[in-house]
């Protein structure tokens, strides 16, 4: 499965944006999808995920209440909606799809390229 994430961009700190994460190549049906997010000079990490079909998430505490995933499993897309932007919150954020229906904070397998996203102070 190919994943293509985008709706990146340039942002004020206070201000919001939607990611999005298509999938083609294979449905994502029966997986799991999560956004990971890397700022410079740091290691990747988790941000959100979501189950098959969609009824349970989880979130990274930095962004809890901030931010919501969420799918549209007949588009084959996930999303990250994106609110009350922080200048911490700016990297690249990648989309990832699990073997597994469950939510989980690893074992993605696969991923797609990411979208930079910027918050400005």
């Known amino acids: 499965v190919q994943l293509q994430a985008c709706g990146g961009g340039l942002v004020q700190a206070g201000g919001y944006l939607r990611l999005s994460c298509a999938a083609s190549?294979?449905?994502?049906?029966?997986?799991?999808v999560a956004w990971f997010r890397q700022a410079p000079g740091k290691e990747r990490e988790f941000v959100a995920s979501?189950?098959?079909?969609?009824?349970?998430?989880d979130y990274a505490d930095s962004v809890k209440g901030r931010f919501t995933i969420s799918r549209d499993n007949t588009k084959n897309t996930a999303y990250l909606q994106m609110s009350n932007l922080k200048p911490e919150d700016t990297a690249v954020y990648s989309c990832?799809?699990?073997?597994?229906?469950?939510?989980?904070?690893?074992?993605?397998?696969?991923w797609g390229q990411g979208t930079q996203v910027t918050v400005s102070s």
């Open positions: 979501i189950s098959w079909p969609g009824r349970t998430t």
């Open positions: 190549g294979r449905t994502i049906s029966k997986s799991a």
């Open positions: 990832a799809a699990s073997t597994s229906p469950l939510t989980s904070r690893q074992n993605y397998v696969y």
